[in-house]
């Protein structure tokens, strides 16, 4: 078997790893640079000149955008460790420095690919800003008490990160396809991570926040696959990772489903609905391709989830393909995703018998039937994969 052939293969193989405890990879500190001179020492304007000093010798757009990476990186330390220290007008000072620098990121990113520059930088900044947003949300929890500034600084500083890594995804996805789509699968898997941490907290918003950024990034996901599709890139190897991936989605959102409180549900089944959505686009592209290959037509997940939850998810897909159908006919894909949940929705609950096996991994509970194990995927976003 050829390297060429045989990557897809182990591409898939990765993919069915570590969501197998409950926030773990979410739990672990990530790492950032020591912050140094921080925003409450009287010595900080020396620290804003060093950063001057240091942009201004750093020649090329490449190296301009590597150097101004390290700075907010060091900026987002500062502002968590003010966090700590419960110096809000200090957070929101770094803060809005992380901001300011990973603009000239974007912007020296921009300019070293139109010179023709390697993606080596796109692909830097996709996996810094992946691990920014579970920094941010760390300072958020640090802070005792919120102020409506330091929420805008923080909501800001996220809204900077996610724009960062699509704006570096796009160049990656030109030149690394799978690379690319590998990152946006693993944010997701970070984000899942962050809902199920807090999933038992009774924190509404919270929740609602973090499935906001799964149902942005899976939207973005399509845009990767349009990007390639329009270069004229064969896209199986990537169908195949989302395929995978959204299967896993939906177990995990289904697991956390009943342990969110009552009003993040609705957020819950829109996701589960996107996440059934994306799915049946790509195995439809793989069926085509007459490529499916060992990948299942309809989700597992389908089976475990209860009647009534599978009903409110199906609304949720015919408002939104209603919005995406609005003065047009619907595509023969879309008609197939209203198919195939209907017929879900249809079918008998399965009945458990008294000596259900643990093998099975399943127990009988009145309303339907849940997994005793939880779900498991990894998508492994280290930079030293050649």
Known sequence: MSLKKFRPTLLSCILVISLLFSGTAYAQEEELPDPGVTPDSPFYFFDNWGKK?????????????????????????????MAIRNKIREMEQAANGYDEFLAVVIERAEEARQRGASDNISEKVALATKKHLDVLDRVKETIPKQTEESREAIVQAREASINGQQNALRVLARERLERATEINLATIENRL?????????????????????????????????????????????????????????????TEIHEKVPEQARVAIENTMANSLMNRERVVEALRNKGALGGIPEEAPALER??????????????????????????EPVQEKIQERTQEQISMPQPVVSDNETEQEETTATESGRVRKSQPQLIIKPDASRP
């Open 53 to 81: 000093i240091g942009m201004f010798f750093a020649f090329g757009p490449e190296a301009k955008a590597q150097k101004a990476l390290e700075y907010a990186e060091e900026r987002l330390a500062e502002a968590r460790a």
């Open 305 to 330: 989830i209860q009647a009534e939850v599978l009903e409110k998810v199906q609304e949720r897909i015919q408002e939104r393909l209603q919005e995406e159908n609005r003065g047009r006919m619907p």
């Open 193 to 253: 991570n962050r809902v199920r941490a807090i999933a038992s907290d009774n924190n509404t918003e919270e929740v609602e926040e973090a499935l906001g950024d799964i149902d942005r990034i899976f939207r973005f996901g399509e845009e990767i696959s349009e990007i390639a599709r329009g270069l004229g890139k064969d896209t199986t190897t990537v169908e195949e990772l989302v395929a995978k991936a959204t299967s896993v989605h939906l177990e995990v959102l």
